[in-house]
């Protein structure tokens, strides 16, 4: 069964950097196509941050992160093991939030599979990790 476990949040001031760890196990190497970052504060809707499909590497970004925040994966087929990090710099009080790591199927887009980007579209979840900035 595919787990998801978090760390590396935490506090950080303004401007400063963190990154996060998600690493998933208990999959069959081969089956796991889209990891992802999303990230919810109380009473707001659960948004993406960031998505990387693992067959290609390529990556999905929201707009307020890019240039900032960077996905990016460790793959080790031989215990089918894939962890996945997001690395944030030039933090902003804005980026407050419980961060999610999540995992998901691949979407076909008419020409190509790629991973769509929203919390529907990933069904397994990690418990979250905190990441608060400070002024």
């Known amino acids: 069964q595919l787990r998801l476990v978090e760390s590396g949040g935490g506090s950080v001031q303004a401007g400063g950097s963190l990154r996060l760890s998600c690493t998933a196990s208990g999959y069959t190497y081969g089956s796991l196509y889209c990891m992802g970052w999303f990230r919810q504060n109380p009473g707001r809707e659960r948004e993406g941050v960031a998505i990387?499909?693992?067959?290609?590497?390529?990556?999905?970004?929201?707009?307020s992160v890019k240039g900032r925040f960077t996905i990016s994966q460790d793959a080790v087929k031989d215990n089918a093991k894939n962890t996945a990090y997001l690395q944030m710099s030039s933090l902003q009080p804005e980026d407050t939030a419980m961060y999610y790591c999540?995992?998901?199927?691949?979407?076909?887009?008419?020409?190509?599979?790629?991973?769509?980007?929203?919390?529907?579209?990933?069904?397994?979840w990690g418990q979250g990790t905190q990441v608060t900035v400070s002024s």
């Open positions: 990387i499909y693992t067959a290609n590497t390529s990556t999905i970004y929201a707009d």
């Open positions: 999540a995992a998901g199927r691949r979407k076909w887009f008419g020409d190509h599979w790629s991973c769509a980007s929203g919390p529907a579209d990933f069904g397994t």
